[in-house]
């Protein structure tokens, strides 16, 4: 979020709701745009399928379930270099060395691709579905992965907007490509739906790609793999990414082998109930990514910027222990507001559960585990910003920690709780996040007291790890160098 705070901090100088309303609007843009445009155009697309009396309900299902995938495991695949590499991005961007950021980008591209083709062969091996049909779904799969690449070099790049302008693109190709296909087929199936969505996806990826080279002018092929040496500095900033994307997931992926479960094409497993009540959950928690954004980068970036501007250019004890207090304080205050605004959205969502399940028409089961995910969403939240505010002050230990209890403890009230049906799902959950959330509140509590001790502290910190990653780097650079 590094570097869209100057903007921000220009709206709000200004005394116009207008601009406040700029303010929370570009913020938003910023967090939850792409996201947002990408579920639009699936329920879109859900929408023109209903109209097509020919395509039956289990087609349908297989698209949905199709794109879920695709997104799921490429966004898993992701978090293996994510943060590492956002490090190292960030910190070329720091030492102004802009010009070695591409070869970065072709080095992460790669190594992406590989991984990629090799995991989606494992599953073209095993599944039984058309050879066109996976072959659309492979294109599919490798979009997302380039396109989550590209994203974060840009949004590093803080070119927000051109992010946000390629989503919108695809996402209306993909929307008109399925309403042509609507009119103009007699018996549409999965397939179609999908060659839609993947030619908005492509459109996107295409849009992002000719914002990369407007972005990033130098280009060539040089040291690309210089970023694994990062892995061997920052083994927990690793951990930390695959971690928590994996907590995020591995409630879904245990509860797929329970009670309520459904295969579809002999390749999909999924669990109507708690799938669709965990998607509609995480849409309740847009408002504290966009309302975290504007409190980090306008009233607290500010104090945090002062403290630590003190520590490196020598300022006096007592300057330091009041830029300290103030920065606390504002933060513990940014951190009840958030807390308390989210609040009242959950509650509110979980009390017009039940209104919302029998005015869409949907088995009551989704509603009862819809509160239970709701509550757990609203605390995940909660533990990605501390988790960010942890590595916003350096604290990978505590981060790690935080992130390890999360995967572990979801994992593990899921399996104790799966046998008791779906009456329980979603419960599990729920109590492992607000554990997680009260330890990760705690850390920075504990952090917070001792800050500037930690920031004195951390020149004569030991750097641990073996050389096996830079030496891998080195290897390789000298290969494609050839």
């Known amino acids: 979020m590094a570097g869209i705070g100057f903007k921000l901090q220009k709206l709000f100088q200004e005394d116009y709701y207008s601009s406040r309303l700029k303010a929370y609007t570009f913020s938003g843009l910023v967090t939850s745009g792409p996201w947002l445009i990408v579920i639009l155009v699936v329920g879109t697309i859900q929408l023109l399928a209903f109209q097509m009396p020919t395509l039956s309900l289990a087609e349908r299902t297989l698209f949905m379930i199709s794109v879920s995938y695709a997104f799921i495991f490429s966004q898993i695949l992701f978090s293996f270099q994510q943060l590492v590499v956002t490090r190292y991005v960030a910190d070329l961007f720091y030492e102004k060395k802009a010009h070695e ?45 380039v396109i989550w690449v590209m994203f974060l070099f840009l949004s590093a790049a803080k070119y927000y907007q051109a992010v946000a302008y390629s989503f919108l693109l695809g996402g209306l190709i993909s929307v008109g490509s399925v309403y042509a296909i609507s009119r103009l087929m007699v018996n549409p199936s999965s397939l179609e739906l999908l060659l839609g969505f993947t030619v908005g996806m492509i459109v996107t990826l295409f ?31 690793f951990a930390i990414g695959v971690l928590y994307v994996l907590g995020i997931w591995v409630t879904n992926f245990i509860i797929w082998f329970g009670e309520g479960r459904v295969i579809i094409a002999d390749s999909f497993l999924f669990n109507p109930y708690y799938d669709t009540a965990i998607f509609w959950s995480y849409l309740t928690i847009i408002p504290t990514q966009l309302l975290f954004v504007v409190a980090v980068e306008t009233r607290f970036y500010e104090r945090y910027r002062t403290f630590y501007g003190l520590i490196n250019y020598g300022g006096a004890l007592h300057q330091i222990e009041k830029a300290k207090q103030t920065m606390t304080s504002v933060l513990k205050n940014e951190l009840i507001r958030l807390a308390r605004s989210q609040g009242v959205v959950t509650l509110f969502a979980i009390l017009i559960a039940g209104v919302f399940v029998s005015w869409i028409g949907v088995p009551d089961e989704i509603g009862q585990i819809f509160r239970m995910t709701t509550l757990a969403a609203f605390a995940n939240a909660m533990i990605l910003i501390l988790t960010l505010l942890l590595l916003y002050f350096e604290d990978r230990r505590g981060a790690l ?55 004195f502290a951390a020149s004569n910190r030991r750097k641990l790890g073996t050389e096996r990653f830079s030496q891998m780097g080195t290897l390789l650079n000298r290969h494609f160098s050839r």
């Not at 989606?120 to 049909?133: A, G």
């Not at 914002?211 to 927990?236: C, G, Q």
């Open 101 to 145: 950021i591409f070869p970065v980008f072709t080095g992460m591209l790669k190594v992406t691709i590989l991984a990629a083709t090799i995991l989606y062969s494992i599953f073209w091996l095993l599944s039984p579905l058309d050879f066109l049909y996976k072959l659309t779904l492979f294109v599919l799969f490798m979009t997302i992965n």
């Open 207 to 237: 849009g992002l790609f000719f914002a990369m080279l407007r972005t990033f002018p130098l280009r060539y092929a040089v040291k690309e793999f210089s970023y694994f040496k990062y892995f061997d500095r920052y083994p927990d900033l």
């Open 401 to 455: 920690f935080v992130n390890i209890s999360f995967f572990t403890l979801n994992a593990l009230f899921t399996l104790l709780l799966l046998p008791r049906g779906i009456d329980w799902y979603g419960v599990g959950f729920a109590v492992s996040t607000t554990i997680t959330f009260f330890l990760a509140g705690l850390r920075l509590i504990y952090y917070m007291g001792k800050v500037d001790y930690y920031v």
